[in-house]
């Protein structure tokens, strides 16, 4: 076994431009260790995409080096597609046929891997095994293309935003699925817009943002980096006067405040400390609230306050921070 599953030093990817090139990749340094769930998170167009695509030997960089389970796809692609697996973000199958066909056919391509059923079994798909693809759910032929990326039982399995419009339940069953493969040894490379996803299942994040890597941790560490473990969101009433997230910033214990999408979010230290004068701040300003709770900081938080905004919507502002687009791939 390799020390790394994955090594990337000074990834760069650059595309021609209109005024000159762009780097969609810009001097990426990163390390998969054996048996890792990473995930890959960042808004649209920092460059994940790219360099998962790079990952995947879909794509070639423009410089750096990049290793897959010790091997380079310049000299070892085919020996690196038989120890890999792939799930697109969008996948198309023949809809006449039927999932245990499929899997029949995709074993073929490889030397050593798993039996049609035993992939079928891995998924929960069993009793579906002979129905037609067409006759198949949207989380149903999701799993169905992560039992295809399992059936060549990969030592690396790269998942693309696998339960992107999925049904919680359906959200739920991949989740399982990958759990799976993290207790058995393999390596995964998640990429997700959902922040719960990447704190779940995920054992190290990195954070991309212009072609660059700026954050790099387990889910718990980059939480922890807020300052805060506490995240107090609340709304004011129709008549009341305007106010920036910069008005609570003064406010006990506020470490960082944003504006949402209906209101406002603080990171505090203390909510019993950071509460009561944040009451006591709204009343002298007359100004009423129409809702008030108080959560957990989680990963999400960690992302608006790097990026200024969130993963999936990127409209809120982050005060303090530095505020900063992918087409859906065909099957093969």
């Given at each position: 076994?390799?020390?790394?599953?994955?090594?990337?030093?000074?990834?760069?990817?650059?595309?021609?431009?209109?005024?000159?090139?762009?780097?969609?990749?810009?001097?990426?340094?990163?390390?998969?260790?054996?048996?890792?769930?990473?995930?890959?998170?960042?808004?649209?167009?920092?460059?994940?995409?790219?360099?998962?695509?790079?990952?995947?030997?879909?794509?070639?960089?423009?410089?750096?080096?990049?290793?897959?389970l010790?091997?380079?796809?310049?000299?070892?692609?085919?020996?690196?597609?038989?120890?890999?697996?792939?799930?697109?973000?969008?996948?198309?199958?023949?809809?006449?046929?039927?999932?245990h066909?499929?899997?029949?056919?995709?074993?073929?391509?490889?030397?050593?891997?798993?039996?049609?059923?035993?992939?079928?079994?891995?998924?929960?798909?069993?009793?579906?095994?002979?129905?037609?693809?067409?006759?198949?759910?949207?989380?149903?032929?999701?799993?169905?293309?992560?039992?295809?990326?399992?059936?060549g039982?990969?030592?690396?399995?790269f998942?693309?935003?696998?339960?992107?419009?999925?049904?919680?339940?359906?959200?739920?069953?991949?989740?399982?699925?990958?759990?799976?493969?993290?207790?058995?040894?393999?390596?995964?490379?998640?990429?997700?817009?959902?922040?719960?996803?990447?704190?779940?299942?995920?054992?190290?994040?990195?954070?991309?943002?212009?072609?660059?890597?700026?954050?790099?941790?387990?889910?718990?560490?980059?939480i922890?980096?807020?300052?805060?473990?506490?995240?107090?969101?609340?709304?004011?009433?129709?008549?009341?006067?305007?106010?920036?997230?910069?008005?609570?910033?003064?406010?006990?214990?506020?470490?960082a405040?944003?504006?949402?999408?209906?209101?406002?979010?603080?990171?505090?230290?203390?909510?019993?400390?950071?509460?009561?004068?944040?009451?006591?701040?709204?009343?002298?300003?007359?100004?009423?609230?129409?809702?008030?709770?108080?959560?957990?900081?989680?990963?999400?938080?960690?992302?608006?306050?790097?990026t200024?905004?969130?993963?999936?919507?990127?409209?809120?502002?982050?005060?303090?921070?530095?505020?900063?687009?992918?087409?859906?791939?065909?099957?093969?």
């Open positions: 076994m390799t020390d790394w599953a994955i090594r990337v030093k000074d990834l760069r990817k650059q595309y021609p431009g209109r005024d000159g090139p762009v780097d969609a990749v810009n001097g990426i340094d990163l390390e998969v260790s054996p048996g890792e769930c990473f995930g890959l998170l960042g808004p649209n167009g920092a460059g994940k995409t790219t360099t998962v695509e790079i990952l995947e030997g879909l794509k070639p960089p423009t410089s750096g080096t990049v290793e897959v010790g091997l380079r796809w310049e000299t070892d692609e085919k020996a690196i597609r038989e120890r890999i697996g792939v799930t697109l973000q969008e996948t198309r199958f023949p809809d006449k046929q039927t999932v066909e499929l899997l029949r056919l995709f074993r073929s391509f490889y030397r050593e891997g798993l039996e049609p059923e035993e992939a079928i079994a891995r998924v929960s798909l069993e009793s579906k095994s002979n129905t037609f693809v067409e006759n198949l759910s949207g989380g149903q032929q999701q799993r169905l293309a992560v039992a295809i990326a399992l059936i039982d990969p030592e690396l399995l998942l693309d935003e696998p339960t992107t419009g999925l049904d919680p339940q359906s959200r739920r069953q991949l989740w399982d699925v990958i759990g799976a493969l993290r207790a058995r040894g393999r390596t995964t490379v998640l990429t997700t817009h959902y922040m719960d996803e990447a704190e779940k299942l995920c054992d190290r994040v990195a954070v991309i943002d212009q072609g660059k890597i700026i954050a790099l941790g387990s889910p718990r560490e980059l922890a980096r807020l300052g805060g473990e506490h995240i107090v969101e609340f709304a004011l009433g129709g008549d009341s006067p305007s106010l920036e997230p910069s008005s609570f910033a003064g406010l006990a214990t506020v470490l405040t944003r504006a949402e999408a209906d209101g406002f979010a603080l990171t505090v230290g203390a909510p019993h400390a950071a509460i009561p004068a944040l009451l006591d701040y709204l009343d002298e300003r007359h100004c009423p609230l129409a809702r008030l709770t108080t959560r957990q900081a989680s990963l999400e938080d960690v992302f608006v306050a790097l200024g905004r969130h993963l999936r919507d990127g409209e809120s502002e982050e005060t303090p921070g530095n505020g900063k687009g992918r087409k859906k791939r065909r099957g093969r």
